[in-house]
């Protein structure tokens, strides 16, 4: 089975204060790991995904498979970061591929 | 937005009665998803198909039908409404290949009284 989980239901930080939400993956397979985020209760907008390690509004995320963990992490905090934040694993590959899993989220509440 | 809307948008239904949601994509994808968007639990898939008449079950579909009869259209149905499925349902689509971008609709704001 795969799972997704986010320890963290709330994050408060200051303004450019680093941040790190954390998010653990658990999947046998090959997967591919995405952040999405969503701004006031909107669609969800993909942030990152682990197979393009590309850095979107100063965010970035490393897949680490030793660790089965996904972070993802920000030097210098904006409040305009301020909203929900959403780990998904995508299985890749074997039975039930196409299944797309999200953890439970991490509101993240920058302070000015 | 790839071209996915939800429908109806939002809507109050009765204890009992029978709802479908809608979900509408024009980019011919592949992959169709449902999940239903809760405080405290995030986004909990309910079902997901992966072509024409090709569907399978995600962590909370008691309760929930699904149907694809065509690729451009994924209909979620609660049989008998309860409160507990007072929610916000999400569309995803997804191409197939590895890459593939997942792209949302804008939710359909489910009320059961």
């Known amino acids: 089975a795969q799972r997704v989980t986010q320890p963290e239901k709330l994050l408060s930080v200051f303004k450019g204060a680093p941040v790190e939400l954390k998010c653990n993956y658990s999947?046998?397979?090959?997967?591919?790991l995405f952040w999405y985020v969503q701004y006031s209760r909107q669609r969800l907008q993909l942030l990152l995904r682990?197979?393009s390690r590309e850095s979107i509004k100063g965010f970035t995320a490393d897949l680490n498979k030793g660790e089965t963990s996904f972070h993802l992490k920000k030097p210098f905090a904006q409040e305009e970061d301020s909203a929900m934040y959403y780990c998904?694993?995508?299985?890749?590959?074997?039975?039930?591929?196409?299944?797309?899993?999200f953890g439970q989220g991490t509101i993240l509440t920058v302070h000015p | 937005d790839a071209g996915i809307t939800q429908s109806p948008r939002h809507k109050v239904t009765e204890t009992g009665t029978p709802v479908t949601l809608r979900c509408h994509q024009t980019?011919?994808?592949?992959?169709m998803y449902w999940y239903r968007q809760d405080p405290g639990h995030g986004l909990r898939l309910i079902h997901y198909?992966?072509?024409?008449?090709?569907?399978d079950k995600g962590e909370v579909s008691d309760g929930y039908s699904v149907s694809r009869s065509k690729t451009e259209d994924f209909l979620l149905t609660l049989e008998s409404a309860t409160s507990s499925q007072t929610s916000v349902y999400f569309c995803?689509?997804?191409?197939?290949?590895?890459?593939?971008?997942?792209?949302f609709g804008e939710g359909s704001w489910l009320t059961v009284v």
């Open positions: 980019e011919n994808h592949r992959y």
């Open positions: 998904a694993l995508l299985n890749a590959g074997g039975t039930s591929y196409g299944k797309l899993t």
């Open positions: 198909s992966y072509g024409v008449k090709d569907t």
């Open positions: 682990h197979i």
């Open positions: 999947y046998s397979g090959s997967p591919e």
């Open positions: 995803a689509i997804k191409g197939q290949g590895p890459g593939n971008t997942i792209y």
